[in-house]
């Protein structure tokens, strides 16, 4: 059956309008609704299936006012709000599947796997009673399986490489955390390194634990690395930008047609109120990361390193319905302490979505001079009065071309094929007993293990297996053997120790970071108008 996308916006518009304040000067929209639906249900040639015919309306007249108003469907409820919650319920496995098998890469720590014996490395071959070995056994079947009510059981069946025999689990699922904070390391003796994926009711936490160890390690200088953060809650920005500010200052405030001004402030004693500090963007950190920037760069009180960030600044606020499906609804705008309103143009909406790659085209990526900003669009931070910019994104205090040395084409094609993360995996699951014993500590293993020629033949032929049309070129492998070196040796740490240790030798290619570290160690900071009391 095929409506157009006009008739489905014009049900689904009167459906729910019908029982609003909206409707009120039109009681008549849900006679019409319920009218023509039973026109379609009774007269229409083909069958119907009048859930598909709603969800399709809902999707479709969301879609029309603009990029961020969405519908969740019931079934994915739970999902999407895993990032935001901090927590879903399992049984804590980091998993892969690997030619049909699937493997546990890493138990979490703490986590109802751990706790029962399972170990990085184990081959689940059934999952309560049920085979799962050589079906085809996809991502979302996994978590289908494993997830579950919290004090429920599962069986678990299991393959170890010291073992002939299966060895049977049974796990109680519990509470899972999912952390906000993806790595935090020292640099240096002096700076301190902080990397956030997501904003969530735990976000706050995280970050004053992690500021509370690197301090005790000496920490003098922070970098809060916000590169491809999507954003998050609302009050999770507002938590993290008041460890940076003093006193009462504004972070951010948001107003609409319907939603009266709202300020959110700083006002409680935060662990970083003093202290040099930069924050890095890309063109992915977007939302509340972009909230956070705002903030900093508004008061003066650190510099914004990297790239022009997404450039949105609407409110959503999630809408339960009573099929236990949710709307994300754009309520309001939100504005920087300056007054900026960052949101990016969405009167075309595919060329919204395409605005990424046209950046890219634009030259944007490689030269600043490449962005042009009106005198419309002008303000001035609060303290010292820099000029900044609305529309578009928050635009850094110090521009970092993107740099693409290194990634050619046969980079792109084990990068894109996953061949690091799956020979890493083949490779630990065979080797990890000597590799634990020769690297007992993660500072061992970054100072003295290398990808010699040996690893990387190997690691050559096993893409070659996956992949028949994959050829060595060596002059190729020379343009990108640094980066390709790097990011295996880092796949190998997160196998072993964890996603903390993989940013800390990867991040020797981070180039926005490395200007960020260049910017402090040199005089650069010093010499930006910033405020001296903060």
């Known amino acids: 059956m095929i409506l157009t996308k006009k008739l489905l916006i014009s049900l689904l518009s009167i459906s729910l309008l019908a029982?609003?304040?909206?409707?009120?000067?039109?009681?008549?929209?849900?006679?019409?609704?319920?009218?023509?639906?039973?026109?379609?249900?009774?007269?229409?040639?083909?069958?119907?299936?009048?859930?598909?015919?709603?969800?399709?309306?809902?999707?479709?007249?969301?879609?029309?006012?603009?990029?961020?108003?969405?519908?969740?469907?019931?079934?994915?409820?739970?999902?999407?709000?895993?990032?935001?919650?901090?927590?879903?319920?399992?049984?804590?496995?980091?998993?892969?599947?690997?030619k049909d098998t699937l493997m546990v890469v890493q138990t979490i720590p703490g986590g109802p796997a751990e706790s029962v014996g399972l170990l990085a490395g184990d081959k689940i071959v059934s999952i309560s009673s049920e085979n799962v070995a050589g079906i085809g056994l996809k991502n979302g079947q996994v978590r289908e399986k494993l997830m579950g009510e919290k004090g429920t059981k599962v069986k678990v069946q299991?393959?170890?490489?010291?073992?002939?025999?299966?060895?049977?689990?049974?796990?109680?699922?519990?509470?899972?955390?999912?952390?906000?904070?993806?790595?935090?390391?020292?640099?240096?003796?002096?700076?301190?390194?902080?990397?956030?994926?997501?904003?969530?009711?735990?976000?706050?936490?995280?970050?004053?634990?992690?500021?509370?160890?690197?301090?005790?390690?000496?920490?003098?200088?922070?970098?809060?690395?916000?590169?491809?953060?999507?954003?998050?809650?609302?009050?999770?920005?507002?938590?993290?930008?008041?460890?940076?500010?003093?006193?009462?200052?504004?972070?951010?405030?948001?107003?609409?047609?319907?939603?009266?001004?709202?300020?959110?402030?700083?006002?409680?004693?935060?662990?970083?109120?003093?202290?040099?500090?930069?924050?890095?963007?890309?063109e992915y950190t977007a939302s509340s990361s972009e909230i956070v920037s705002g903030a900093i760069q508004d008061w003066d009180r650190g510099l914004i390193v990297g790239r022009r960030t997404f450039g949105k600044g609407l409110v959503q606020r999630p809408i339960n319905l009573e099929d236990g499906a949710q709307i994300r609804l754009t309520i309001a705008r939100y504005y920087t302490p300056s007054g900026r309103f960052i949101q990016k143009p969405y009167d075309d909406i595919d060329g919204y979505r395409d605005d990424i790659s046209q950046r890219y085209l634009h030259g944007e990526f490689t030269s600043a001079d490449s962005i042009k900003f009106p005198d419309s669009l002008k303000h001035s931070t609060l303290l010292t009065q820099r000029t900044v910019y609305s529309g578009g994104g928050i635009m850094p205090d110090v521009f970092?071309?993107?740099?693409?040395?290194?990634?050619?084409?046969?980079?792109?094609?084990?990068?894109?094929?996953?061949?690091?993360?799956?020979?890493?995996?083949?490779?630990?699951?065979?080797?990890?007993?000597?590799?634990?014993?020769?690297?007992?500590?993660?500072?061992?293993?970054?100072?003295?293990?290398?990808?010699?020629?040996?690893?990387?033949?190997?690691?050559?032929?096993?893409?070659?297996?996956?992949n028949k049309d994959f050829n060595v070129n060596n002059e190729d492998y020379q343009v990108c053997k640094n980066l390709m070196e790097s990011r295996l040796k880092a796949t190998f740490a997160q196998d072993l120790f964890g996603l903390s240790e993989f940013y800390e030798i990867y991040n020797s290619n981070n180039e926005i970071l490395q200007k960020a570290i260049e910017v402090l160690k040199s005089k650069d900071y010093d010499k930006m108008n910033l405020a001296i009391a903060h």
């Open 158 to 282: 299991i393959l170890r490489s010291n073992s002939k025999k299966a060895i049977d689990f049974t796990i109680t699922r519990d509470k899972i955390p999912v952390f906000s904070v993806d790595s935090r390391y020292m640099i240096d003796s002096e700076i301190g390194y902080v990397k956030l994926n997501s904003f969530s009711r735990t976000t706050l936490e995280e970050l004053r634990e992690s500021i509370e160890k690197l301090r005790n390690q000496g920490m003098k200088e922070l970098i809060l690395d916000l590169q491809g953060n999507g954003g998050g809650l609302l009050y999770g920005a507002q938590e993290v930008a008041d460890e940076f500010l003093s006193g009462d200052k504004l972070i951010v405030y948001s107003e609409g047609k319907k939603q009266p001004r709202s300020e959110l402030k700083a006002g409680n004693k935060g662990l970083w109120e003093e202290g040099k500090m930069i924050v890095l963007t890309d």
């Open 400 to 466: 970092v071309p993107l740099d693409t040395t290194g990634i050619n084409e046969m980079y792109k094609i084990v990068a894109r094929g996953g061949y690091f993360s799956s020979f890493a995996l083949t490779y630990i699951n065979s080797n990890r007993k000597k590799l634990t014993k020769a690297y007992p500590e993660f500072k061992s293993f970054k100072d003295n293990f290398q990808c010699d020629k040996k690893l990387m033949s190997e690691f050559f032929d096993f893409v070659k297996n996956e």
């Open 19 to 98: 029982n609003s304040s909206f409707a009120q000067g039109n009681p008549s929209n849900s006679d019409k609704f319920n009218e023509v639906l039973q026109y379609i249900t009774r007269m229409y040639v083909d069958d119907v299936d009048g859930d598909k015919l709603v969800e399709k309306a809902i999707v479709d007249m969301l879609g029309d006012l603009d990029p961020h108003s969405s519908y969740i469907p019931k079934d994915e409820v739970d999902d999407a709000n895993e990032r935001i919650n901090g927590s879903f319920v399992g049984i804590g496995i980091r998993f892969q599947i690997l």
